[in-house]
């Protein structure tokens, strides 16, 4: 299938960064950069505290809103949590899952990712699972090993239609906040190698329609090169999603056809 069936997402992760009056003055900027942006899917996550804000300013705007992580349970005594429906309540669209500093700093694991990516999808939001290597694995010849096992791990017991509402972003760690992109042959190298998991689960006309993001330094200089590889779909975008200016210039290199 075409790419053109795909359309690029450009979506930014906000981390723990910006407080309210900051998440409005960057959202308020960036709507009017990207007003005439059609033919792609732009989003922003903001941390959860600048989340109903955030979409006070993006209501009818061509911007959408994602949470930066979600609860497997629905409500009850989880202290500190933050579900499914509470997001959809304040507006999300869309929630991040298994980002690596999640796994790394706060015990993620396939299995949570998974729990949390059903939990998102019965309350229609749509999950974007991050999937990606630490530079050992990639330089002991792992990389294949881990995507398949996050992949995998991730979307399991997901319906054809589950998995058409999920996003995939391959965020290789040692790219993220370092600078270091990866190429974009390398970049393709897994994101094709990610399509074929999902081909091998799934009815090809299911798997080819699915988006697969880069992440991972994604700045200016290099995202046209990048999404311009046949299976990028678009970019999670950490540092460069924190000033109007850059993101939006991402969001025009987004390429659909
Ligand atoms: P950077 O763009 O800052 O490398 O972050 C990437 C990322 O982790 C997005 O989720």
Known sequence: MERTMRTP??????????TISES?????????LVVDETDVEIIVAPPFTALAAVNDVIVNSNIHLAAQDVYSEDS???????SAPMLKDVGCGYVIIGHSERRQYFGETNESVNQKAKAALAH?????ICVGEQLEEREAG?????????????????????????VIAYEPVWAIGTGKTATPDQAQEVHNFIRGLLTKAYAVEVASQVCIQYG??????????????PDVD????????????????????????
Do not use: Y
């Open 9 to 18: 997402i450009i979506a930014g992760n906000w981390k723990l960064n910006k």
């Open 24 to 32: 409005v003055a960057l959202t308020t900027a960036l709507k009017t």
């Open 76 to 82: 009850g005594a989880f202290t500190g949590e933050v």
């Open 124 to 128: 229609d939001l749509k999950p974007i």
């Open 142 to 166: 792992r990389t294949e090993a881990v995507i398949e096992d996050h992949v995998t791990g991730g979307i399991v017991g997901l319906s054809d239609t589950e998995l058409l509402s999920c």
């Open 216 to 229: 991972g330094s994604v700045k200016p200089e290099n995202a046209t090169e990048l999404m311009s590889q």
């Open 234 to 257: 678009g970019a999670l975008v950490g540092g460069a999603s924190l000033e109007a200016e850059s993101f939006a210039q991402i969001v025009k290199m987004a390429i659909s056809s």
